[in-house]
Each structure stands twice: as C-alpha cells, then as structure tokens.
C-alpha cells in the first residue's frame, strides 16, 4: 500500500527541474513593464481575488523541469495569428493565496507581485480564447519562497461517471468534467492549483522576447495552465520491482490514458496494472497518443509522447517527447524549458490533443433566436434584423420563396451587424428569411424563419423637360431632366436622328439627373431617357437636341424629300444651319453616302429641287453645311422619289397544301415599286366575294392563322403604292393540314 499511495501523490508529476543551485531572490528587471495586455482591453475574463474558500479534493500533483542546456534559446513563438483575445470562449477565475499562508503541498506563498498577476492573466487569455466551457475554471495560486529546483508545479482535481461524461468509470480533470457537464459539479473545490518557484529569473513581458538570461514567465504560466487542463495521465514506473502502473487505486484511468499506445499500436490500458509488460512499454522511448484530432495537427501521424529509457517521475508519459518537439511550434508542452525562450502558442498538435480528451477548440455559435423581416414597411427593401448571438463574430443572411431552408440563396456571408437590408426583393413578392451566426469555428444550424415582403411601387412616369445642352461645352453634351418620384435610377439613349428605333444605349445606370455624354464634334444628337425603379421602367422621354461647341456648322437637320407629290422633280428641304453661308447636296439609290452623287456644290438656300430624277427610282439625299473654310459632316438622309405609277400585280403566288395543322402559308413575289400588300381570301376560286385579310400588308410573306383545318381556301394579292393598288394576282389554293391525316382536297381549276 505504501508503494499506492505514492503513485497518487505523484501519477502524474511533470518536473522542471534546475540542475544547478538555487538562484538568488528576483530583483527587479529595468525597462519591463507590468501592464495589462492592451489586446483584452474591458474584457472581465479574470477575477484576482485574495480566497474564495476553496479547497482541495482528489488532485493529481504536476510538477516540470528546465532544460539545462538551453536548447531553444532564441526561439520567440507569438500566439497564433488567429486568435483573438477579446473573443474569449471560455474564463478563469484566479485566486492568490496569502502571504504567510501555504499551498497544498505545503510551500509557503509570498504576496504576489502585480506582474506576476499580469503574466499569469495574459497566459489565461490565451487558453480562454482558444477552448470552450460555459463554467468558469477556477485557479488557486501561489508565489512560493522557495520550491527548491522546480520552476513550478500544478495540480487538478478528477471527477468520473457525471452526467455527460463521454467514458464511464474514467477520470476527467475538474474543468474539463465542468465544460462537458455545462455546471460545475464540484463547486467547493478548485479546478486547478499551481504554485510557481519565486526564486528564479523571469522575464514578465508579454511579448515573447525574454533576454537570454531569463525564463519566460509567461510561457511557463501557459504551460501548467495546459496540465490542469487534462494534459496528464496516471501513471508510474517502479525502478525496484520495473513494473508499471496506470491508473488510480481504484483502478480508474484518466481520458488521457485511453489514448495511449505502445509501438505496436496497443493501448495501454490492455496491459495488467501493475505488471512488467507495463513497465517495459513506459521506459521503451516508444509511446504515442493516438487521438484523431492530434494526429491530424501533426501530419496525420501519431503523436510521441516523452518515455526515456530512466523513468523521469513527473516528467515521463505526460509531456510531448523533446527530440521530436523541442524546436517546433508544438515545444509548450514538452518537459523541458530553456532560458532565453518563449513560446506563447499552445501549439495545433496540444490543441488536437486537448479536443480528443473532450475539450471544443472553439464553439460554434447558436443560431440567433429572434429573426423579423419588415412587411411591405419599405417599398424600397425588405430590412432584416435579428438578436445577436453569443460567440459569433459575423452573420449570414439567407432567403428563399417557400418556407425550405434547403436551396437557399445567400443573400450575405459576411454581416458583422444584426440587421441587412434586401434591396433586391422584388415587390409584392413574399420571401422567407434564416440568419445563422458564426465565428471563426463555423456557423451556426438555421435560425427559425422570417416571411417578409418589399411594399409594391409603381412604375416611374416618363422624366420630363429633358434638355441637352447646345454647344455650351467644348467636350460634352450635358443632359439634365426633372426626376419622377418613384425613380431611383435612369437609362440614357441617343441617336443622330429623331427616333429612338435604333438608338445607342449610353447607360443603363444613371443615378442622378443629370448625365454628361462626350460624342463626335461634327453632329447634332438627341438624347431620350427613361426612369426606373424594382417595378420596372418608364416609357421614353420626349427626345431633346445637344451638340458640343462646333468648330464649323453642324449638320443640317429636319432634312424631308418628296415622296411622289411632283411628276418633275423631287422637292429636298432643311433646317439652316448656324454660320453656315452655303450647303451641298448629295444624292444616291441606296442609303449610303459612299459613292453618293453630288447634285450641287453651293446652294445657299434651304429648299433644293432635284428635276433629274428619273421615274420609278428611289433616292436617298443629304446635306452638308459649309462656310468659307470647312464643311460639315452629312445630314441624316431621308427618301425622295417622283410620282409613280401603280405597281403590277404580284406574281408567283404560292400557299402550303397541309403542310402546317394550325396556318397556310402564303408568299409572292414583290413588284417594283411596291410600298405594301392587300391580301385576300375566298373558299371559291373567285374574287367577287373575297374577303380581304390585310389591307396594308409591309412584307411578302405570310400566315394565315385563321384557316380551318381541312378546308380548302383560294388567295389572292395586290401589290400597292401611293398611286394605287394593282389588279388581283392569280389565285393559289391552299389548306391547313390535319395531324396525321393525309388530306387531298378536290380543287377546282
């Protein structure tokens, strides 16, 4: 039994040992500050209170040692970049026992100094920010006189089978057994004590820059923060007997200890405690931790763990092993610490380790509980608020027609506020709304949905008095109009002539009333605008004419050609031109001024009469504004032609026979100087009684949609012009056909 008790005492002792003489009092390092760390500004993560009369029960005693050689020395490890202090996840609650009064193991405490309180709550900070419980861990502390060749030593109390412990009869240290129960289940007794050695140099900073003479305070508070944290097993080798034992009197192991293997991979826990097979596997420098998550951190291998061929009591099975992790990020929780280094990283493969024992990394927020989107409040926007959550960071807002989350559209993934305005929404429509709430661990299940809808609005009026500047600037036309009242943007269009059919998009998003265009010196253009909102847009504005500042005329404009009034001429007009002093007309039979025919080089009026033209041709003209040293560019063109004759009836009639079950299709061909058709129709090969389909057909085709099926039909065309319309054509039959039924249908020639 005596050989028992001192494997509780001691299961799991984790030893720094100084190899040297016990240094001399701490004196005072110039030019340190003891500040709290700016990082965790208002954040009440610590209580530092003298007592909270709590004391001790079942505590498995750690203790660490230095490393003598000072391997690491110049290795400065900040936190990881990610983490954020003021975020904090879990919180400590630390308690600093009295000068004069003595810890659990009977050290006697001195009155800890104020930056020694700095260092300890900037390494809780760290821990806070990086696991999860909704149960404050509770620390009793000590500033020893003097702890001999320690630099400092933590313990824990165990708790086993509460109410969600993941193992049955297995050992969870307190904190962790009250982060997965959601209380604390043991509220009279500390979760974690530590004590540290007064008698060493440290170096207070929370920078992670300690001189080469000095031991990180702050690296050493992290670590024994870590221990009691669950980053210990019980175990022991008896050097007398070489046999091994694993777990407590009772024969309960901790979480720790069930992931623990021998080289072959077999858990220790398979092993008799105490045995010799035990034994040998504790000092065979081949033990790993086989936790997903640790491996994972560390390459998807697992994890040594620190068993040297001399069982090390308080050292050996609870640390990383120091030749694999000395000199790399993950060199926290080794057992040996250097002067001159520090490292205020928990390391990935301490954290995977600690998540396979139970703790969370971090916690995934809940998703918010209230979500309201507005009802036809706003006819501009749906606006979605909810209630913050705990732990999150930033929001993502979702949206979808029916009442589903599955499918839904993303409308944010990055709101850092509780409310987000969905302009988008078409009005009247309703939509139903999920917020989840994340942070940098994930996001959050679906909130419950919210249905919304944007008010309806009608769509803009045209603007109105829309004016284009003319020649007021060197460089651009200026376009401003008077906004209609339901309008939040415009579309701008312009075109050389006066008809929006064909005219040039300049923007499809103005969002004010104005628009400034930058176009071609040489022309005059109008402009059209429209008005829009999410209902839809306007009609077109009233068009208005603008030019930049002419350097010479510009084109004359409201050119008109004749259109068959005059036998002997055609009659070409126009608008005068300002500084214009002669002008040139042009003319060609196809609207194209290249290789256009120039009919006269300088008139000086505004009214031309061409009386070459010949009858029966079509004529395209332009006009050019010219003064004593330029010319300008040419006028839009209009058609002009003679009076005519009426056009001869069309010829190669043709109507489908059945090819088509619901038209017959008629076509012919276009006689010269047709300007439009008269179709007729007759179920007997005659015109007396036909009756007409269309009386100012534009083309030379067409569907008749009103035929029956099955049912012969005669049809018949007259060509048309101003001057008249020509005789019928001849008659061509046609049908339409039935669905498959071959129809041949009698037809009387």
């Known amino acids: 039994m005596q050989l028992k008790k001192y494997m509780l005492l001691t299961a799991a002792l984790i030893t720094l040992l100084f ?114 419980s909704t149960v404050p861990i509770t620390i009793r502390a000590c500033w020893a006189l003097s702890l001999g060749w320690p630099l400092g030593y933590s313990s ?19 904190s962790l057994a009250n982060a997965l129960h959601g209380s604390d289940l043991t509220p009279a007794y500390y979760d974690i004590n530590i004590t540290y050695n007064s008698q060493y140099y440290y170096y207070y900073g929370l920078d992670a820059t300690p001189p080469e003479n000095r031991y990180d305070f702050v690296t050493l508070a992290l670590h024994e923060i870590g221990h009691g944290l669950n980053f210990a097993g019980i175990a022991l080798y008896n050097a007398e007997t070489q046999q091994g034992f694993l777990g407590s009197d009772s024969g309960y192991v901790s979480i720790f200890d069930t992931f623990m293997v021998d080289g072959d991979g ?76 520090a490292n205020h990283d928990t390391g990935p493969v301490t954290r995977g380790l600690l998540k396979d024992l139970g703790w969370p990394d971090r916690l995934i927020p809940y998703p918010p509980e209230i979500v309201w989107a507005s009802d036809e409040t706003f006819d501009d926007k749906v606006r979605i608020s909810w209630s913050t959550a705990s732990c999150a960071t930033y929001y993502e807002v979702h949206r979808k027609t029916t009442d589903d989350p599955v499918g839904t559209t993303v409308l944010i993934d990055d709101a850092t506020e509780s409310a987000f305005d969905d302009v ?91 628009y400034s265009d930058s176009p071609a010196a040489e022309f005059i253009y109008f402009y059209w605008v429209r008005a829009c909102n999410a209902a839809g847009c306007s009609g077109y504005s009233d ?97 002009g032609y003679l009076q005519r004759s009426v056009p001869e009836k069309p010829v190669g009639v043709t109507a489908s026979d059945g090819l088509y079950i619901d038209r017959v299709h008629l076509s012919w061909g276009v006689p010269d100087h047709t300007d439009y058709f008269r179709i007729f129709r007759n179920t007997t090969n005659t015109t007396s009684s036909a009756i007409e389909m269309e009386n100012a057909y534009p083309i030379n085709s067409y569907d008749d949609m009103s035929a029956i099926t099955e049912a012969p039909y005669y049809y018949f065309i007259k060509a048309c012009n101003s001057e008249g319309c020509s005789s019928y054509s001849t008659s061509e039959s046609g049908y339409a056909g039935y669905p498959n039924k071959l129809f041949i249908p009698l037809v009387q020639r």
């Open 19 to 132: 190899t040297g003489p016990s240094p001399p009092s701490q004196p005072d390092i110039p030019g340190q500050s003891a500040q709290a760390p700016e990082i965790i500004p208002g954040n009440a993560i610590f209580q530092s209170v003298s007592e909270q009369g709590k004391t001790e029960k079942d505590i498995f005693s750690i203790e660490m040692v230095p490393d003598e050689t000072n391997a690491t020395q110049g290795m400065n490890v900040p936190p990881q970049a990610d983490l954020d202090l003021s975020d904090p996840t879990a919180s400590f609650v630390i308690d600093y026992i009295p000068e004069g009064e003595a810890d659990y193991r009977g050290a006697l405490c001195l009155e800890t100094p104020e930056e020694v309180k700095i260092g300890f709550d900037y390494a809780a900070s760290i821990w806070a920010a990086t696991i999860h």
């Open 266 to 341: 077999t858990p220790l826990t398979s092993y008799t405690s105490p045995s010799s097979d035990l034994g040998v596997r504790l000092i065979s420098e081949d033990l790993w931790f086989l936790g997903p998550n640790a491996m994972a951190a560390n390459g998807g291998s697992p994890v040594k763990m620190y068993a040297p061929p001399e069982w090390k009591t308080g050292s050996s099975y609870s640390h990383l092993d120091m030749d694999t992790f000395d000199d790399t990020i993950n060199n926290l929780m080794v057992f040996a610490m250097s002067k001159g280094s």
């Open 543 to 639: 068009p208005d004419p603008g030019y930049i500042t002419p350097t010479k005329p510009l084109p004359p404009t409201g050119l008109t050609a004749s259109d068959g009034t005059y036998k002997d001429k055609v009659a070409v007009s126009w608008k005068a031109s300002d500084g214009a002093k002669n002008y040139m007309l042009y003319r060609n039979t196809t609207d194209s001024t290249s290789g256009a025919e120039l009919l006269v080089a300088s008139h000086t009026a505004t009214l031309f009469e061409d009386t070459t033209a010949s009858p029966e041709t079509d004529y395209y003209y332009w006009v050019r504004a010219c003064d004593s040293g330029d010319c300008s560019g040419y006028s839009s063109s209009d058609l």
């Open 156 to 174: 824990a109390g165990v708790d086993k089978d509460f109410p969600g412990a993941p193992l049955a009869n297995t050992y969870y240290s307190h």
């Open 424 to 514: 988008y929404a078409t009005p009247g429509d309703t939509y139903y709304y999920w917020v989840k709430a994340c942070n940098s661990a994930g996001c959050s299940e679906f909130s419950a949905s919210d249905a919304g809808t944007r008010g309806t609005i009608p769509v803009p009026e045209a603007p109105t008095n829309v004016n284009a500047s003319n020649g007021t600037y060197p460089d651009e036309v200026r376009i401003t109009w008077d906004e209609p009242g339901t309008a939040t943007y415009y579309i701008v269009y312009r075109d050389i002539n006066d008809g929006i059919y064909g005219a040039t998009l300049l923007s499809d998003v103005v969002l004010t009333n104005e």
